[in-house]
């Protein structure tokens, strides 16, 4: 009976949703009955959390939302303008309702439920089959030989769902070698959004028709810069897929953004003004830029990008958000970005990634893994001893510009490998933890210093609500303090 009662009042509260965001789509060109609506999706919002709102926060908000002249603002009225209405509101109930709204609090319900990780998102791979060989990835040279089914992808995100995870992101090899189980996956699941990291050789009209239709897939189109550095990594004539895919999915009015690998060889072009500029001139509204890693036998440490190159990066991207600039583009730099997520966001914190053999691995770029989807749950997966040593060991560094238990800490990734037995997944070869943090040791030491100096130079506000068990950290070392104003800093006893 309580679950019938549940179910009457998700559905009711969606439509109350949908009916705000009816209204907001009806008045497309009327900026002041628009701010309007926007002004009562944020009361609603309010009124959904109840006691767990901020008053100030909503408030805030609600300023922000009644100005027309805001900067993100006129950024999200563009979305909108040149956004299919129909994929559109699907959007919006999905990503925003879904995701954002009810999600995020049965997300944090279920973690003190739990006493573990629960994530906002899920990354998995449909496929290991990719139909390009690009200059230092793992995935290309893997095959077709692992694949996960339709019933493992089903699986996944019917058992996310009722932990409160409406945010799906697919990657690979090539997700769209699995077109035909996408497409079934995202009708099946019309109340998540899923998202597509592509490299857009299979994106044609039909797939657009298919996706305006369902209204609950976007992409993030890889590409590297121009199309000679573009080219030179992913092979003659990747630039020309690209460029292709983005003027379709502008015609239909689809959603869409970009995602970066910045390297030494590309980090100039792929952060410029001018590149980001153009690229938001065909319609992607925002990027994800990723930090070169140095995973598998197949990697080319050298394009990891110098101390000097990244520390410019950081400044590139915060200008490119920042009120002096009027790109209407919005970057999030993965490796750089954890200052305003509280860090490293793998291990199920905020997400974890299930590979094509179905194995679940912290992250990403990190194949260890010691639980399967054909064999656990997911939530067996994050009480697994892998993720509950980073549900207790999170932040490995509390200054956030050194994030990552590989890349700037990698004899924390050894510890972590050794305490919980996880066994390597790299399927391209055997890669035990010290030869993948072996890469890692120079790099990690030669920019700890700059981080430093870098966080040191910087004011930070701690956030609110940081999803750590405790305040403490991996790094003895390193300590967090607060100033009197309550923004913090680094500490080296």
């Known amino acids: 009976m309580a679950s019938l009662v549940n179910q009457a009042a998700h559905a009711a509260e969606r439509k109350a949703f949908g009916l705000l965001i009816d209204g907001m789509l009806r008045h497309l060109n009327k900026a002041e009955d628009r701010s309007a609506v926007f002004a009562k999706l944020v009361d609603q919002a309010g009124r959904f959390w109840g006691d767990d709102a901020d008053p100030e926060t909503l408030q805030r908000v609600r300023e922000i939302v009644q100005d027309p002249d805001n900067r993100w603002i006129r950024f999200i009225n563009r979305v909108l303008d040149e956004t299919d209405p129909g994929y559109a509101k699907k959007v919006l109930l999905n990503l925003g309702y879904e995701g954002f709204f009810r999600g ?11 006493h573990c990780n629960i994530p906002w998102l899920i990354l998995f791979d449909p496929t290991n089959a990719c139909n390009m060989h690009c200059e230092g990835c793992w995935s290309g040279t893997y095959g077709d030989k692992s694949n996960l089914s339709f019933a493992d992808m089903d699986k996944i995100v019917t058992q996310g769902k009722e932990l409160g995870i409406y945010l799906y992101m697919l990657t690979g090899g090539e997700p769209l070698v699995r077109k035909k189980d996408i497409l079934r996956l995202a009708k099946k699941h019309n109340d998540v959004m899923f998202g597509i990291y592509d490299n857009s050789t299979l994106i ?3 797939l657009c028709k298919e996706v305006v239709k369902l209204g609950n897939i976007t992409f993030m189109l890889s590409i590297e810069g121009t199309p000679e550095t573009n080219d030179a990594r992913r092979g003659s004539g990747h630039y020309e897929h690209v460029m292709r895919a983005m003027d379709l999915l502008q015609k239909y009015g689809i959603v869409f953004g970009t995602s970066i690998c910045y390297t030494s060889q590309n980090i100039e072009v792929v952060s410029s003004e001018e590149f980001i500029r153009f690229i938001a001139g065909k319609g992607a509204r925002f990027g994800f ?4 890693m140095p995973v598998g036998n197949n990697a080319v440490p050298e394009l990891m990008p110098s101390v000097e190159q990244r520390k410019k990066m950081i400044e590139q991207i915060r200008w490119i958000r920042s009120d002096d600039c009027d790109l209407e583009f919005f970057p999030m730099d993965f490796q750089n970005d954890g200052e305003f997520v509280g860090g490293c966001i793998a291990g199920g914190r905020n997400y974890f990634h299930i590979n094509a053999s179905g194995d679940a691995e912290p992250c990403v770029f990190i194949h260890f893994s010691d639980s399967n989807i054909r064999t656990h749950s997911i939530l067996q997966m994050l009480q697994r001893p892998l993720f509950k040593v980073y549900h207790e060991g999170q932040p490995v560094n509390r200054n956030h510009l050194q994030p990552c238990p590989m890349l700037e800490n990698p004899q924390i990734l050894q510890e972590i490998v050794e305490e919980t037995g996880a066994r390597q997944t790299n399927e391209e070869a055997p890669e035990d ?3 993948l943090t072996g890469k890692c040791v120079d790099y990690a030491e030669e920019w700890k210093a700059m981080a430093q100096e870098i966080w040191a130079s910087q004011k930070h506000n701690k956030p609110a609500y940081e999803n750590y068990t405790e305040e403490k950290t991996l790094h003895p070392e390193l300590a ?6 309550g923004s913090y800093g680094i500490r080296c006893d």
Not at 104 to 114: D, H, V
Request: aromatic share 22%; no cysteine; charged share 35%.
């Open 204 to 206: 044609d009209e039909a």
């Open 289 to 292: 830029y990723f930090h070169y």
């Open 480 to 485: 967090a303090f607060e100033h009197a104003d």
């Open 104 to 114: 995020t609090k049965l997300i944090r319900r279920n973690r003190e439920r739990y």
């Open 433 to 435: 933890v010290y030869h």
